[in-house]
């Protein structure tokens, strides 16, 4: 199965959720919380499959920085490396 893809049209990398969890280093579970928060920008693809925009992971995703959530815990958003 290919884990990325390149939108015809305007050419941007997409990927699978599974595979943008890998590409981050983030449990897949986070990336569907980040999709449902609006922190990611996603395509739906024939069959209603979900296609993640790699490039707007990076803009979300930047390691060293931290992000707690409003209840002070993990909501799916990244920690500090210790």
């Known amino acids: 199965m290919t884990d990325l893809f390149t939108d015809?049209?305007?050419?941007?990398?997409?990927?699978r959720p599974s595979h943008a969890?890998?590409?981050?280093?983030?449990?897949?579970?986070?990336i569907y919380h980040w999709?449902?928060?609006g922190?990611?920008?996603v395509r739906y693809a024939a069959g209603g499959i979900?296609?993640?925009?790699v490039a707007s992971l990076f803009t979300r995703h930047r390691p060293g920085h931290a992000r707690?959530?409003?209840?002070?815990?993990?909501?799916?958003?990244v920690q500090p490396a210790a």
Do not use: M, Y
């Open 39 to 41: 922190k990611v920008r």
């Open 21 to 30: 969890a890998r590409l981050v280093g983030v449990h897949v579970r986070s």
């Open 35 to 37: 999709i449902a928060a």
């Open 8 to 15: 015809p049209v305007d050419g941007a990398q997409l990927a």
């Open 68 to 77: 707690v959530g409003r209840r002070g815990g993990d909501d799916g958003d």
């Open 50 to 53: 979900v296609l993640v925009e």
